[in-house]
């Protein structure tokens, strides 16, 4: 591996507008963990206007640290109130606030603060060593291999979303139909567009991910924070003490792996790397009934695999184009916008760009463990500000930001139905990151699909011909099948169990 362009990397970080917006980016994600529900993809969505002023290398290591510092802003609130600002922090909720009410609320922020920076800078490094063998891997990807992987990247987000696999698939199927809205790239037909002319080119995904990740979750939150937000717990003796490192410092060991892999899988992403770190943890202590009592371990390894995987998601969206979990896709949206296509051709193709966003993140991590004690009194003064004085600003700042991206009332249009669309979503269950990535994915699937089948003179079957496209399609078909498969022997073993006692049945549910 050739060390030089990654050093090259160092002197555009260290640029001082570089440096500027990186600590802007930071404290931006670390503001948007701690206010509840908004979300680094709404915030991201919303600021994509302001990014059009500046240089694209500046522009999206802003974004990422506005991404990896939501995940350490999360903790803040999750255990001084016991309320998760950020989706990735709400298992921190059971042992952070448990360690709070015991005193230890400095104690569980230190090793949150520890943790993080290690599991991201464990990240960095995995993640500088990975993606350039990840994209030269990727130059043999023809249309029959991005087919694969767009399908197997849609499968995965909806088979891992929040909002129930049901309901995640039909969100992924309502972004493919939004996808295909506009001329027809081969033909020149017009799909969808009901003779309107704002259609023809088909849907932005700027008013999109704005009405959906913005618009839609303001609305929602506003009705959900009804509950009033206590004192939190006061904070003292932050830095955690030797028998504290010493004792987290397998559980962050492990969530730093974990959340490494799990970050780099479609769908996967800070949250379910939380998720299995801390179940993980759980299951292999000694005793597991300290969990949720205030376990240090059970702070540890959560902080740790989330800042990990958000590291991490960065090798897929980067070196192949595919956006990992909701966030990248906004992520994705906004590299389009600047002119840069993300892909294999990224690293050799713009160097400076590509090194100097992994390289910012040694930086950031460095700037979250240096301000993330320090600024915890400033933040929870923040949660004070009612919702009702926050919202109409960011709806506000919301439409105005749209409406500059191409001067077009329609689009503020756009925004209001995504966003009465998003509440709506929210409200019925529905996960809206399955349909913002399907509809990301939804022009490479279909524009990929189409010459494949071009190649192979109209043989699906040539999909199976080739090794790559072969074995991608090959775990499509397993991860779709393996939960329908698991049901029905789960099902068969049930009806086939003849009846027990009743220690004996309480024996097989622990």
């Given at each position: 591996?050739?060390?030089?362009?990654?050093?090259?990397?160092?002197?555009?970080?260290?640029?001082?507008?570089?440096?500027?917006?990186?600590?802007?980016?930071?404290?931006?994600?670390?503001?948007?963990?701690?206010?509840?529900?908004?979300?680094?993809?709404?915030?991201?969505?919303?600021?994509?206007?302001?990014?059009?002023?500046?240089?694209?290398?500046?522009?999206?290591?802003?974004?990422?640290?506005?991404?990896?510092?939501?995940?350490?802003?999360?903790?803040?609130?999750?255990v001084?109130l016991?309320?998760?600002?950020?989706?990735?922090?709400?298992?921190?909720?059971?042992?952070?606030?448990?360690?709070?009410?015991?005193g230890?609320?400095?104690?569980?922020?230190?090793?949150?603060?520890?943790?993080?920076?290690?599991?991201?800078?464990?990240?960095?490094?995995?993640?500088t060593?990975?993606?350039?063998?990840?994209?030269?891997?990727?130059?043999?990807?023809?249309?029959?291999?991005?087919?694969a992987?767009?399908?197997?990247?849609?499968?995965?987000?909806?088979?891992?979303?929040?909002?129930?696999?049901?309901?995640?698939?039909?969100a992924?199927?309502?972004?493919?139909?939004?996808?295909?809205?506009?001329?027809?790239s081969?033909?020149?037909?017009?799909?969808?567009?009901?003779?309107?002319?704002?259609?023809?080119?088909?849907?932005?995904?700027?008013?999109?991910?704005?009405?959906?990740?913005?618009?839609?979750?303001?609305?929602?939150?506003l009705?959900?924070?009804?509950?009033?937000?206590?004192?939190?717990?006061?904070?003292?003796?932050?830095?955690?003490?030797?028998?504290?490192?010493?004792?987290?410092?397998?559980?962050?060991?492990?969530?730093?792996v974990?959340?490494?892999?799990?970050?780099?899988?479609?769908?996967?992403?800070?949250?379910?790397?939380?998720l299995?770190?801390?179940?993980?943890?759980?299951?292999?202590?000694?005793?597991?009934?300290?969990?949720?009592?205030?376990?240090?371990?059970?702070?540890?390894?959560?902080?740790?695999?989330?800042?990990?995987?958000?590291?991490?998601?960065?090798?897929?969206?980067?070196?192949?184009?595919?956006?990992?979990?909701?966030?990248?896709?906004?992520?994705?949206?906004?590299?389009?916008?600047?002119?840069?296509?993300?892909?294999?051709?990224?690293?050799?193709?713009?160097?400076?760009?590509?090194?100097?966003?992994?390289?910012?993140?040694?930086?950031?991590?460095?700037?979250?463990?240096?301000?993330?004690?320090?600024?915890?009194?400033?933040?929870?003064?923040?949660?004070?500000?009612?919702?009702?004085?926050?919202?109409?600003?960011?709806?506000?700042?919301?439409?105005?930001?749209?409406?500059?991206?191409?001067?077009?009332?329609?689009?503020?249009?756009?925004?209001?139905?995504?966003?009465?669309?998003?509440?709506?979503?929210?409200?019925?269950?529905?996960?809206?990151?399955?349909?913002?990535?399907?509809?990301?994915?939804?022009?490479?699937?279909?524009?990929?699909?189409?010459?494949?089948?071009?190649?192979?003179?109209?043989?699906?079957?040539?999909?199976?011909?080739?090794?790559?496209?072969?074995?991608?399609?090959?775990?499509?078909?397993?991860?779709?099948?393996?939960?329908?498969?698991?049901?029905?022997?789960?099902?068969?073993?049930?009806?086939?169990?003849?009846?027990?006692?009743?220690?004996?049945?309480?024996?097989?549910?622990?």
């Open positions: 591996m050739d060390f030089a362009p990654v050093l090259d990397g160092f002197g555009v970080v260290l640029e001082p507008a570089n440096l500027l917006y990186c600590l802007i980016g930071v404290v931006i994600g670390m503001l948007v963990g701690v206010l509840p529900g908004l979300g680094p993809a709404a915030t991201i969505a919303i600021l994509l206007p302001v990014t059009f002023g500046i240089e694209p290398v500046t522009a999206i290591i802003m974004l990422a640290g506005i991404f990896y510092g939501a995940q350490y802003g999360g903790t803040i609130t999750s001084l016991r309320l998760p600002g950020e989706a990735s922090s709400v298992v921190t909720v059971f042992d952070g606030h448990a360690l709070a009410r015991q230890r609320a400095g104690t569980a922020l230190g090793v949150a603060a520890v943790g993080s920076f290690i599991g991201g800078t464990v990240s960095i490094i995995a993640l060593l990975v993606a350039p063998v990840v994209a030269g891997f990727a130059l043999d990807f023809g249309p029959p291999e991005y087919t992987l767009a399908l197997l990247g849609i499968l995965l987000v909806a088979t891992v979303s929040s909002g129930g696999r049901l309901k995640a698939v039909i992924a199927c309502v972004g493919l139909l939004l996808a295909t809205v506009g001329r027809d081969f033909t020149g037909a017009e799909r969808f567009t009901f003779e309107n002319l704002s259609l023809a080119d088909g849907l932005d995904f700027v008013p999109i991910a704005m009405g959906l990740f913005g618009l839609g979750e303001i609305l929602y939150n009705e959900e924070r009804h509950r009033a937000v206590h004192a939190p717990t006061k904070v003292a003796n932050v830095w955690p003490s030797r028998a504290d490192l010493r004792e987290s410092s397998g559980a962050i060991g492990r969530g730093s974990l959340g490494f892999v799990l970050g780099i899988l479609p769908g996967g992403g800070a949250t379910l790397a939380s299995a770190a801390y179940a993980i943890e759980k299951r292999r202590s000694r005793n597991p009934e300290r969990f949720g009592r205030g376990a240090v371990e059970g702070v540890a390894a959560p902080e740790t695999a989330n800042n990990a995987a958000a590291t991490s998601s960065f090798i897929p969206l980067l070196t192949l184009g595919i956006p990992a979990n909701a966030t990248m896709a906004v992520i994705f949206g906004a590299l389009l916008i600047q002119g840069v296509s993300p892909g294999p051709q990224l690293v050799s193709q713009e160097p400076e760009l590509f090194w100097g966003v992994v390289n910012s993140m040694y930086i950031g991590n460095i700037l979250l463990l240096i301000m993330s004690i320090p600024l915890v009194g400033l933040f929870v003064k923040i949660l004070r500000v009612r919702a009702t004085i926050l919202a109409p600003i960011t709806v506000l700042i919301t439409l105005v930001g749209v409406y500059t991206v191409n001067n077009d009332v329609f689009d503020i249009g756009l925004v209001i139905v995504f966003g009465a669309l998003g509440y709506l979503m929210k409200k019925l269950g529905f996960d809206p990151g399955p349909l913002v990535l399907a509809f990301v994915l939804g022009s490479l699937l279909e524009d990929s699909l189409r010459r494949s089948l071009l190649i192979f003179d109209g043989d699906a079957t040539g999909f199976l011909t080739r090794p790559i496209s072969g074995t991608l399609l090959a775990l499509f078909l397993l991860v779709a099948l393996l939960p329908p498969v698991r049901a029905a022997l789960a099902r068969r073993r049930s009806t086939a169990r003849p009846d027990s006692a009743p220690h004996d049945t309480t024996k097989e549910l622990v």
